[in-house]
């Protein structure tokens, strides 16, 4: 799967450009996959790209952009504990934390 995405991300760049809402898309499934496979480093790289695009395109209150951040604050929080471990209000700071430093540019 992850060979088909790659292929897929250099052809959608070449004919849509790098910021176009479909290259998202395959940025965020490349994400998953790493996310399916523990690479979570990889992972985090490809969710927050698919983020930045994103971002670029739809109100801060797209449930796509709310999903990826979801993931993103999942992952980044989760170190050695499951994320069962955290409460919504945490996801919910954390995810207003992201959101704080993209508007602000911090």
Known sequence: ???????????????????HLDVATVYSNIGDVYMATSRRHDALVYL????????????????????????VAMMEMNTNLSADYFTQDDLDDKLLMEIDEEEHGG
């Open 1 to 19: 799967a992850l060979d088909s995405y790659e292929q897929a991300k250099s052809i959608m760049e070449l004919n849509l450009g790098p910021n």
């Open 48 to 71: 927050k790209r698919a983020l930045e695009i994103r971002w670029m395109h739809l109100d801060e209150h797209c449930p796509k952009i709310r999903r990826l951040l979801e993931k």
